[in-house]
């Protein structure tokens, strides 16, 4: 699990880690990476890995969280009156963040794409009074069922 505070110096030092993975990505496969190529690439010391993430997973998850609360956490209630708006926002979004995804794919890690999507997704609910007559698609779509919304 990773362990990032609200601290500027500790979202920092977790990007720079996150950006050092891309390098080291460019090298080696991402099962060969170990912490001390992270810690040369990044220049993060060892205990602030620690201190941010138990594995080198834990970047992955970290990033791909971060992305999806932040897409899904921009939608208002108002724009659920206009389902092609939401979808070119959401698009729009992981078109300038597509790194994140390529990659998961890449290592094969579905599971992260999935399971970072449906944390986002419920808490977006939580937060957002869904409109009347929306709330059959919209829950069949963050349940994780895009395939049920029409039928």
């Given amino acids: 699990m990773y362990h990032i505070s609200k601290d500027k110096r500790a979202k920092k030092s977790a990007e720079l880690v996150y950006q050092g993975l ?3 990505l460019k090298h080696k496969n991402f ?8 810690q040369k690439a990044s220049s993060v010391a060892r205990t602030t890995f620690y201190r941010a993430f138990d594995n080198i997973s834990d970047i992955l998850y970290w990033k791909c969280d971060l992305c999806f ?9 108002e724009q659920f ?9 959401y698009f729009s979004y992981w078109m300038g963040h597509k790194d994140i995804l390529e990659l998961l794919m890449k290592i094969n890690r579905y599971d992260m794409i999935y399971s970072c999507h449906m944390n986002a997704a419920l808490t977006v609910q939580k937060k957002i009074r869904i409109p009347p007559g929306y709330a059959r698609n919209t829950q069949q779509l963050f349940s994780g069922h895009p395939d049920r919304i029409y039928n």
């Fill in 22 to 24: 891309l390098t080291c």
């Fill in 81 to 89: 009156a206009n389902e092609m708006e939401l979808v070119r926002q």
């Fill in 31 to 38: 099962d060969q990476i170990t912490v001390t190529d992270l």
């Fill in 69 to 77: 609360q932040e897409v899904l956490g921009s939608f208002k209630e």
